[in-house]
């Protein structure tokens, strides 16, 4: 039976043994990983850089978490803050915290004191696990809140102290942040400790996940046990994950993608999950190459840094035969290029915080085409059990195939709302239907394209230019490594286009009239950029999406261009 009772022409498009339809089972995360715990208890968990820890230590080490937890007072239903990199200590902090019946607030390690305030006192939360090098930070934060306890971990946990340490952390030194406990001499002191099961279902909240607040403050997306159910099980369905792959975290556990399709996809096969702390490419190249890494996620930006890598030459990527990208629309020429590259087809998918991960998504056997009118390369269709269609920005009715709207979405990867938000609960969700926020556009065949964020169109003289599709004209360029788009003031256009490039090695003499002339030569005159900017980076979040609030925020205190100048 069909998710919601909707058309849902792109079923013709479904490679085969891919199914129609799927109700997801009632479970929780923490069933799923005790399950691999008591089918492989002493096979891979975590490869940690050159480290494995195996099921029956994560888990060993979870129990000992919880049962510290318990003791500081934490029961089914509280909140605790899990600022952590790509580390051992995240996955057994969000184990430890399930079983002592708690919900998980990940929160990026680059936030300062008065962000973490603001988490704090919205969330509620009554502990606080962090980086050693964040220590301070949080301390600060956690004043007048109803944090009590201030947990702290460090990368270098779990390496050898003899041995050499990987590139990554070749700066990293112990912080000792007083009043707050190390994790290591927690799990040591609570060693062989356990606690009741928690009794937590479906319906309670695995992680309350904040968005990144692009359209006010941010508001946490309560994502249940259910929709993390969800959300693993679409994923290992779509690109066939077993316990034999080996999971790549290229994005960060903080995020939506690397909480659900990634860490919650290994736990629910059984499969390793390869760490290795924060994001840098030649060290995510050698650990591809190392475990022979099947299977992951990242945003557009994380392949540009691997293919611009020298070592995207020398090593062995055969391995990783399921590779994917969201989070932002992925240019078609950078999907071309990393399979001309490595040889493996780069499958796009789409999904919000409040998706869980998986909203639209290309599955494994499919190849999306590229949109005629756009540009835009496909994202894919809904997998088995959900559902989405296009709506008319301003009314809300249903458009037909072609015609381009508010992509909206429904499913038992919809979060229930925001976390004691109600009114922004009900803006968002509207009889199941959750209102993406995003402009795309279904063809007749089912296969759904994402133009750009409602909020990002750009009005020049009246006529609208979506950023991505000035964004891929760029990208065209031999000398582009990364393009950001954003409209800004313009005295006789009302807003004009202005482009942020980042250009590849070895093409530094390249000048913004030559990229801007690139743009004029291949898209019509009210479209192509009239500023551009080349600078050293764009700004990002943790999860790799271009800040294009950032670069107006930065643009608006600069002194205006003439307004006629490339015209």
């Given at each position: 039976m069909?998710?919601?009772?909707?058309p849902?022409?792109?079923?013709?498009?479904?490679?085969?043994?891919?199914?129609?339809d799927?109700?997801p089972?009632?479970?929780?995360?923490?069933a799923?990983f005790?399950?691999?715990v008591?089918?492989?208890?002493?096979?891979?968990?975590i490869?940690?850089?050159d480290?494995?820890?195996t099921?029956?230590?994560?888990?060993r080490?979870?129990?000992?978490?919880?049962?510290?937890?318990?003791?500081?007072?934490v029961s089914?239903?509280?909140?605790?803050?899990?600022q952590l990199?790509?580390?051992p200590?995240?996955p057994?902090?969000v184990f430890?915290?399930?079983?002592?019946?708690?919900?998980?607030?990940?929160?990026?390690?680059?936030?300062?004191?008065?962000?973490?305030?603001?988490?704090?006192?919205?969330?509620g939360a009554t502990?606080?696990?962090?980086?050693?090098?964040?220590?301070?930070?949080a301390?600060?934060?956690?004043?007048?809140?109803?944090v009590?306890?201030?947990?702290?971990?460090s990368?270098?946990?779990?390496?050898?102290?003899?041995?050499e340490?990987?590139?990554v952390?070749?700066?990293?030194?112990?912080?000792?942040?007083?009043?707050a406990?190390?994790?290591?001499?927690?799990?040591?002191d609570?060693?062989?400790?356990?606690?009741p099961?928690?009794?937590i279902?479906?319906?309670?909240n695995?992680y309350?996940?904040?968005?990144?607040?692009?359209?006010?403050?941010p508001?946490?997306?309560?994502?249940?046990?259910?929709n993390?159910?969800?959300?693993?099980?679409?994923f290992?369905?779509?690109?066939?994950?077993?316990?034999?792959d080996?999971?790549?975290?290229?994005?960060?556990?903080?995020?939506?993608?690397?909480?659900?399709?990634?860490?919650?996809?290994a736990?629910?096969?059984?499969?390793?999950?390869?760490?290795g702390?924060?994001?840098?490419a030649?060290e995510?190249?050698r650990?591809?190459?190392?475990?022979?890494?099947?299977?992951?996620?990242g945003?557009?930006?994380a392949?540009?840094?691997l293919?611009?890598?020298?070592d995207?030459?020398?090593?062995?990527l055969?391995s990783?035969?399921?590779?994917?990208?969201?989070g932002?629309p992925?240019?078609?020429?950078?999907?071309?290029e990393?399979?001309?590259?490595?040889?493996?087809?780069?499958?796009?998918?789409?999904?919000?915080?409040?998706?869980t991960?998986?909203?639209i998504?290309?599955?494994?056997?499919?190849?999306?085409?590229?949109?005629?009118?756009?540009?835009?390369?496909?994202?894919?269709f809904?997998?088995?059990?959900?559902?989405?269609?296009?709506?008319?920005?301003?009314?809300?009715?249903?458009?037909?195939?072609g015609e381009?709207?508010?992509?909206?979405?429904?499913?038992?990867?919809?979060?229930?709302g925001?976390?004691?938000?109600?009114?922004?609960s009900?803006?968002?969700?509207?009889?199941g239907?959750l209102?993406?926020?995003?402009?795309?556009?279904m063809?007749?065949?089912?296969?759904?394209?994402l133009?750009?964020?409602?909020?990002?169109?750009i009005?020049?003289?009246?006529?609208?230019?979506?950023?991505?599709?000035?964004e891929?004209?760029?990208?065209?360029?031999?000398?582009v490594?990364?393009?950001?788009v954003i409209?800004?003031?313009?005295?006789?256009r009302?807003e004009?286009?202005?482009?942020?490039?980042?250009?590849?090695?070895?093409?530094e003499?390249?000048?913004?009239d030559?990229l801007?002339?690139?743009?004029?030569?291949?898209?019509?005159?009210?479209?192509?950029?009239?500023?551009l900017d080349?600078?050293?980076?764009?700004?990002k979040?943790?999860?790799?999406?271009?800040l294009?609030r950032q670069?107006?925020?930065?643009?608006?205190t600069?002194?205006?261009?003439?307004?006629?100048?490339?015209?």
């Amino acid at each position: 039976m069909a998710a919601t009772g909707e058309p849902r022409v792109w079923l013709k498009l479904h490679p085969d043994g891919y199914p129609a339809d799927y109700v997801p089972p009632r479970t929780t995360g923490l069933a799923d990983f005790e399950d691999s715990v008591a089918r492989n208890p002493d096979g891979p968990a975590i490869h940690y850089f050159d480290v494995t820890l195996t099921f029956r230590e994560v888990d060993r080490a979870s129990s000992s978490l919880a049962a510290a937890l318990v003791d500081m007072g934490v029961s089914r239903g509280d909140r605790i803050i899990v600022q952590l990199q790509n580390i051992p200590a995240f996955p057994i902090a969000v184990f430890a915290c399930w079983k002592a019946g708690a919900t998980v607030v990940p929160l990026n390690p680059m936030y300062k004191e008065r962000e973490l305030s603001f988490y704090c006192r919205d969330s509620g939360a009554t502990v606080f696990i962090t980086m050693e090098s964040c220590g301070e930070e949080a301390k600060k934060a956690i004043r007048d809140t109803d944090v009590t306890r201030l947990i702290t971990a460090s990368e270098l946990d779990y390496l050898d102290p003899s041995g050499e340490l990987p590139s990554v952390c070749k700066d990293s030194r112990r912080v000792a942040v007083e009043g707050a406990k190390e994790l290591t001499a927690i799990l040591r002191d609570h060693s062989g400790a356990s606690v009741p099961p928690p009794g937590i279902g479906p319906e309670d909240n695995a992680y309350i996940t904040y968005t990144s607040g692009t359209t006010g403050p941010p508001k946490g997306a309560m994502n249940t046990h259910g929709n993390l159910s969800y959300a693993c099980r679409a994923f290992a369905m779509a690109y066939n994950v077993t316990s034999e792959d080996r999971v790549l975290a290229m994005a960060p556990f903080i995020h939506v993608t690397g909480s659900s399709c990634l860490l919650a996809v290994a736990t629910l096969v059984g499969a390793p999950v390869i760490a290795g702390f924060r994001f840098e490419a030649g060290e995510i190249l050698r650990l591809i190459e190392k475990w022979r890494a099947t299977y992951t996620n990242g945003p557009l930006t994380a392949y540009i840094a691997l293919l611009n890598h020298p070592d995207i030459h020398v090593r062995d990527l055969s391995s990783l035969h399921k590779p994917l990208s969201g989070g932002a629309p992925v240019a078609p020429g950078v999907a071309r290029e990393f399979e001309q590259v490595t040889g493996h087809y780069l499958h796009n998918t789409y999904g919000l915080t409040e998706t869980t991960s998986p909203g639209i998504i290309t599955p494994r056997g499919a190849r999306g085409p590229v949109d005629q009118e756009s540009g835009a390369l496909s994202i894919g269709f809904p997998p088995p059990g959900s559902t989405a269609k296009v709506v008319d920005i301003e009314t809300g009715a249903d458009l037909s195939p072609g015609e381009t709207g508010e992509v909206i979405i429904k499913g038992p990867n919809i979060v229930p709302g925001y976390w004691q938000n109600p009114e922004e609960s009900a803006k968002a969700i509207r009889d199941g239907w959750l209102f993406t926020g995003d402009v795309g556009k279904m063809d007749e065949d089912g296969w759904f394209y994402l133009i750009d964020r409602k909020k990002d169109l750009i009005i020049v003289s009246g006529f609208k230019v979506w950023p991505r599709e000035v964004e891929d004209v760029l990208y065209q360029h031999p000398a582009v490594s990364a393009a950001c788009v954003i409209g800004v003031p313009d005295s006789y256009r009302g807003e004009t286009v202005k482009a942020f490039v980042t250009l590849k090695r070895g093409r530094e003499a390249t000048t913004p009239d030559e990229l801007i002339e690139f743009c004029r030569q291949n898209m019509a005159a009210y479209k192509y950029p009239r500023q551009l900017d080349i600078v050293e980076e764009i700004p990002k979040t943790a999860s790799g999406k271009m800040l294009k609030r950032q670069l107006r925020e930065q643009d608006s205190t600069r002194p205006a261009p003439d307004a006629q100048s490339h015209s």
